[in-house]
């Protein structure tokens, strides 16, 4: 099984700011297998980045994915205040897929 | 736009099943394939499995025998079942729709399931 670590755990950070959330896989994964969500209390996960760094449909280009092999980045240029949220990596690379512990993105 | 809804019971006792079914509305489950995932309280994301519109299935090896994922095409749903459940089955349950190697596109909003006697 992949185990994705994401990191930090909790970031606070203000509107304006950058965000960066890591995701490091146990073993390599494909990228075009390593996709990112976002994911608000009592709402449906969304979609943000698939492949590693393709925009899902409607996401804004605040939104960026990066990375390779066991490193994954997905950046967040300037936050807005919708962008507060849980942020999930997912592997799609090896079964059992499996999922990073999540990203909480606190209001500082 | 495509919507999924979760439906079931939120109460289940523990040694029974769990029986889940979801809803696909502004879309048809032909050609696609449909997966539940899972969220314990406090804890991460756990993939169950899925199912093709076809009926082939596949699942987590960690539930794959208690799991059972299935497909009703004339009613535009799919639904989950989960034998013998523990307090350790206790999760928010969400469907989605699964494009094959890349992704879950669209979710539901998820189902609380409580094991308790």
């Known amino acids: 099984e992949i185990v994705l670590t994401q990191s930090p755990g909790t970031l606070s950070l203000s509107p304006g700011d950058r965000a960066t959330l890591s995701c490091r896989a146990s073993q390599s994964v494909n990228s075009s297998n390593l996709v990112w969500y976002q994911h608000k209390p009592g709402q449906a996960p969304r979609l943000l980045i698939y492949g590693s760094f393709s925009r899902a449909a409607g996401i804004p280009d605040r939104f960026s994915g990066s990375g390779s092999g066991t490193d994954f980045t997905l950046t967040i240029s300037r936050l807005e205040p919708e962008d507060f949220a849980v942020y999930y990596c997912?592997?799609?690379?090896?079964?059992?897929?499996?999922f990073g512990q999540g990203t909480r993105l606190d209001i500082k | 736009q495509v919507q999924l809804q979760e439906s079931g019971p939120g109460l289940v006792k523990p040694s029974e099943t769990l029986s889940l079914t979801c809803t696909v509305s502004?879309?048809?489950?032909?050609?696609?394939?449909w997966s539940w995932i899972r969220q314990p309280p406090g804890r991460g994301l756990e993939w169950i499995g899925y199912v093709f519109y076809s009926g082939s299935t596949t699942y987590n090896p960690s539930l794959k025998s208690r799991v059972t994922i299935s497909v009703d095409t004339s009613k535009n749903q799919f639904s989950l079942k989960l034998t013998s459940v523990t307090a350790a089955d206790t999760a928010v349950y969400y469907c989605a729709r699964y494009l094959h190697g890349w992704f879950f596109d669209y979710w539901g909003q998820g189902t609380l399931v409580t094991v308790s006697s």
């Open positions: 997912q592997q799609f690379g090896g079964s059992p897929y499996t």
């Open positions: 502004g879309g048809s489950v032909y050609s696609y394939y």
